[in-house]
């Protein structure tokens, strides 16, 4: 009897999961398919590109400075090795525009505007808000989670390029201004080995693709959270967990693509 119980508690759990999936890609695809309604009523993103954006930006763009600060000091020490300490910039530069500038906003971006998400579209599940909002016949997920979707998919770009742009300066900081490299050759180098289609416009489509899937996570979890205190917990957390191995595994699949 044990074993047909335990035959019959995974078929359960897989039949589960299949459910969650399904369910999850409908859900993503309503919201795809809400974009062009939402764009009528541009302030309802705007608003939240406002409080996902101007609320993350001090956390990214400190992170970036102190990340090229890092950036600055070890390729310093690696490049000095071979004698070529001049190439500092174009390894600052290369390493945020095409790894750390994407991956680094989206976990951040995760803990910080995904868990807000979780929380916020799990809280109004639990006060009934949203079942008030289907019995008015208003859709939550073009009402509520669309916007905040497509705000998220616009904002991540722009976090991650503000992230490498401060990157690069700390980098510039700490070469320059405290180990002595030559700022022309910092420049220079950046300049001449930076490829904008290649390097910039990949990290670009990371990110792009890293907000697509931070943001559906976290809207999912908060609206098939448990209605209750401990079940919008659980949902922050597992957004966190989930979203940051999500983006690792874009990671080197995106990664594998383009530069392989």
Do not use: C
């Not at 359960?12 to 919201?31: D, H, T």
């Not at 992170?63 to 174009?90: D, H, I, M, R």
């Not at 998919?153 to 510039?172: D, E, N, T």
């Amino acid at each position: 009897m044990m074993a047909f119980d335990w035959i019959a508690g995974l078929g359960g759990r897989v039949r589960q999961l299949i459910m969650e999936v399904g369910f999850a890609a409908r859900m993503f695809f309503s919201v795809l398919a809400s974009f062009g309604r939402l764009m009528r009523r541009l302030r309802l993103i705007t608003d939240q590109i406002h409080f996902i954006g101007n609320h993350s930006l001090l956390i990214i763009a400190v992170s970036g400075l102190f990340v090229g600060f890092v950036l600055g000091l070890q390729g310093y020490y690696t490049l000095n090795k071979y004698g070529s300490e001049q190439a500092l910039g174009l390894l600052v530069a290369l390493s945020l525009t095409r790894e750390l500038g994407p991956v680094v906003t989206a976990l951040l971006f995760a803990g910080r505007a995904g868990t807000s998400l979780t929380a916020e579209i799990g809280l109004m599940k639990a006060g009934e808000q949203l079942a008030a909002m289907e019995m008015m016949a208003v859709n939550p997920l073009e009402r509520v989670v669309g916007p905040r979707f497509w705000a998220g998919v616009i904002a991540m770009p722009l976090l991650a390029a503000i992230f490498s742009a401060v990157g690069i300066l700390g980098g510039y900081i700490v070469g320059v201004h405290m180990i002595g490299v030559d700022e022309g050759a910092f420049w220079s180098q950046m300049q001449a080995g930076v490829d904008v289609w290649k390097d910039i416009v990949n990290g670009v489509v990371k990110s792009i693709v890293f907000g697509f899937a931070v943001t559906f996570i976290a809207l999912f979890q908060g609206y098939e959270a448990q209605p209750t205190p401990e079940g919008v917990a659980r949902a922050t957390t597992r957004t966190v967990v989930i979203a940051s191995l999500v983006v690792l595994w874009l990671d080197f699949v995106l990664t594998a693509l383009m530069f392989s």
